[in-house]
């Protein structure tokens, strides 16, 4: 029974937490079986024992116990932990793979008829389904200091203009990548200066993150997307990522398509949470955002606002 009960629990909370944390243990099961005896049997009981007793001072040798048992989860975790391949790591996927198993789970569980199985099918769907999911092309950060930007080989490639170990290391969760918030590859192919960096796309475009004013007049002749926590200039000829879109919309994820990218959004128009709330006025959100415009370069006023002088001073 102790089996089974760990497997069903296992395989029905599975889906929440790859949709979450990006990873599934394969081992939980052999992590279970080997700590729930000891749980079950020693922990629990003598930490309930513990608890009776302290009003009389007796508690201490039911901690000692309950102290023993919990050596046992730690190595038991330790252990597996260690084994190879114990952490299996999992790409982001949209709410729909998520709702799949969720009715795949109800259906095995509810129903007592053949027409149980159909659950079964709907796990099976959502599996290659979360798998078919595209990783985006670029990830933008909701203030605009952060872009994350898929290179040739398949990886992540971070510019950024102020430093935050926690952001990356979410992006790189989502992206199912082993590598660390401080890794040297990440900034591999990326060229920064004082005034934002640059980094080549799949595809061979470039990508730059400008951080002053009188970088975007090079950036909006020679990148194909140009972000910015400024207002980006009008006549730019390059796709760009300015400040009110971020401040209206949080952070972006990008993904090419034949006509330019699609934009998924982390704060759609009209939405309103207690945390979050709608923006009065707010327009609809773009979904798309056009290929750069071809032909000969046109001049752009690269001239710092008033606005983005009084910043600097």
């Known amino acids: 029974m102790l089996v089974l009960a760990s497997l069903v629990a296992g395989l029905a909370t599975t889906p929440y937490a790859a949709f979450h944390f990006h990873r599934v243990t394969p081992y939980g099961l052999l992590a279970n079986l080997a700590a729930m005896p000891v749980v079950s049997a020693l922990v629990m009981p003598a930490g309930l024992l513990g608890l009776l007793a302290m009003p009389f001072g ?63 099918a709907l796990l099976l769907v959502a599996v290659v389904w979360a798998a078919r999911v595209p990783p985006p092309d670029i990830l933008i950060s909701a203030d605009g200091r952060h872009v994350g930007v898929r290179g040739g080989d398949g990886r992540l490639r971070l510019m950024r203009t102020a430093k935050d170990a926690f952001l990356a290391k979410e992006w790189l969760a989502a992206d199912a990548d082993a590598r660390t918030a401080g890794d040297a590859s990440l900034t591999e192919g990326v060229s920064c200066d004082g005034s934002g960096c640059v980094t080549e796309a ?12 009188e970088a975007l007049a090079d950036d909006c002749e020679r990148a194909a997307l140009v972000v910015t926590a400024r207002p980006p200039p009008a006549g730019c000829a390059a796709s760009t990522i300015g400040i009110e879109r971020l401040r209206r919309h949080g952070a972006l994820a990008l993904r090419r398509s034949r006509d330019g990218f699609v934009i998924d ?10 945390w ?32 983005d002088v009084q910043a600097e001073d």
């Open 58 to 120: 007796f508690d201490g040798v039911f901690w000692a116990i309950m102290g023993v048992g919990i050596d046992w989860m730690i190595v038991v975790t330790q252990t597996v932990a260690a084994l190879p391949g114990a952490v299996g790591r999992i790409g982001a996927f949209g709410i729909g793979p998520l709702i799949a198993p969720s009715a795949g789970i109800i259906l095995l569980g509810l129903l007592r008829t053949p027409l149980r199985w159909s659950g079964a």
């Open 202 to 213: 799949a595809g061979g475009a470039f990508v730059a993150l400008a951080q002053r004013a």
């Open 265 to 274: 959004v982390v704060k759609p128009s009209g939405i309103d949470r207690p």
């Open 276 to 307: 979050s709330p709608a923006v009065a006025g707010d327009s609809e959100a773009e979904t798309t955002i056009p290929a750069p415009r071809a032909g000969a370069p046109r001049a752009v006023d690269a001239t710092p606002s008033e606005a």
